[in-house]
């Protein structure tokens, strides 16, 4: 890679990170609210901040405003921010992106000027009108670094390729290689990525909080926001102090929260996710609202709600999206946020970044049976 920005950090006071907005400019608002954000911190935006979510333009403008007013804001650049390169190189591709994605920066900044694709609309068309429109925008995009090394850390999308000097990584890989946290590396600092959702690392209880690991010197970040319906947006927090740093994280999501009104202690034979792409099951044994499957990708036995499993003409059966096979317990009082209270006996819901299934009566009433998720 060649876009390699460094970065000196003081060594005390707070670095914020957070990646993977895609185009959820509300969220991130919050977010840095949630945070209080000042102009003392160091905030890393570690990319993918369009595409997917509902308001990519608006995201990027904030976040180059945001760098412009303030220089402890840093940026790089994700795979879907990419989409503006594609664009100048006339890739004819683009043509059917613009027009099957429900949202896209391009499609928005075309809204924005009222331009309509006709059916023979050309790239280099496109193009024409928006480098005369938003050249600011995609200047700023494509000189965006691939990485952000400072003494203890590295910033990069997606990851680093595991030789002897990590600047050798090929850019490509660095915003695109999934499963980063399966990998590893020889930097010698921590790396810090995005762009792979934690959910899809499987764990008794799914959750999407940030992890840390120590041994692989990999902290991942990315909470599934827009990718998954229990997603979150996550800030992870650097505390730099003379003693050494420390870690902490916050979320916010689009989920309604409530408060927990009767206590819950979890069947712990409930435990287990479902998550890409590992979506084909085997019922072994039904019941009212759980059925006993076997996950074919890989052998588990999970118990998965009733509602969230499809079968197809065939006769096979899948699941119908990610999904937490877990029960998880409460207490009176815990506020938690409601994923989906449409199905019979359980709701899913989510209590400090985890996700499991609780009986209906742990919700107050007026909580039950308004959100849906499939
Ligand atoms: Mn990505």
Redesign the pocket.
């Known amino acids: 890679m060649k876009k390699i920005k460094r970065v000196t950090l003081p060594s005390q006071g707070r670095v914020i990170v957070i990646s ?1 907005i895609h185009g959820e400019l509300n969220l991130f608002i919050k977010l840095l609210q949630k945070v209080n954000f000042s102009s003392e911190d160091h905030l890393f935006i570690n ?2 901040l369009c595409e997917k979510g509902s308001n990519s333009k608006g995201t990027v403008r904030y976040i180059m405003d945001l760098t412009k007013r303030n220089p402890n804001v840093h940026v790089t650049e ?3 921010d990419t989409v503006v390169e594609d664009l100048l190189e006339e890739n004819p591709k683009l043509m059917n992106y613009i027009r099957s994605r429900k949202h896209s920066i391009l499609k928005e900044w075309l809204d924005e000027v009222g331009f309509e694709l006709k059916e023979d609309t050309t790239v280099q068309e496109v193009k024409d009108i928006l480098t005369q429109h938003f050249s600011h925008e995609i200047k700023w995009l494509m000189e965006l670094p691939t990485a952000i090394e400072t003494d203890d850390y590295i910033f990069v ?2 990851g680093l390729d595991d030789c002897k000097d990590w600047r050798e990584t090929d850019r490509i890989s660095a915003i695109t290689m999934p499963a980063f946290m399966e990998k590893s590396h020889r930097t010698g600092k921590y790396v810090i990525v ?2 792979w959702p934690v959910v899809n690392y499987a764990s008794d209880i799914p959750s999407n909080n940030p992890v840390v690991s120590k041994d692989k010197k990999i902290i991942s970040i990315d909470g599934g926001n827009v990718i998954k319906s229990t997603g979150q947006l996550n800030a992870f927090i650097i505390h730099r102090t003379k003693n050494g740093d420390s870690f902490s994280k916050i979320y916010t999501d689009h989920h309604l929260t409530c408060e927990v009104v009767k206590g819950y202690i979890s069947e712990t034979i409930m435990s287990g996710s479902i998550s890409y792409p590992n979506y084909e099951l085997i019922p072994l044994q039904p019941s009212e609202h759980f059925t006993l499957c076997k996950q074919v990708g890989t052998d588990d036995l999970l118990y998965v709600k009733n509602e969230y499993i499809h079968e197809s003409e065939k006769g096979t059966y899948s699941a119908k999206t990610d999904l937490s096979c877990a029960q998880i317990s409460v207490d009176i009082g815990d506020i938690i946020s409601v994923v989906d209270s449409s199905c019979t006996g359980y709701d899913l819901i989510k209590k400090n970044g985890k996700e499991g299934w609780v009986p209906k009566d742990v919700l107050p009433v007026k909580q039950r049976d308004s959100v849906s998720v499939v």
């Open positions: 993977d990319g993918d994700g795979n879907c999308h997606a995005g762009h």
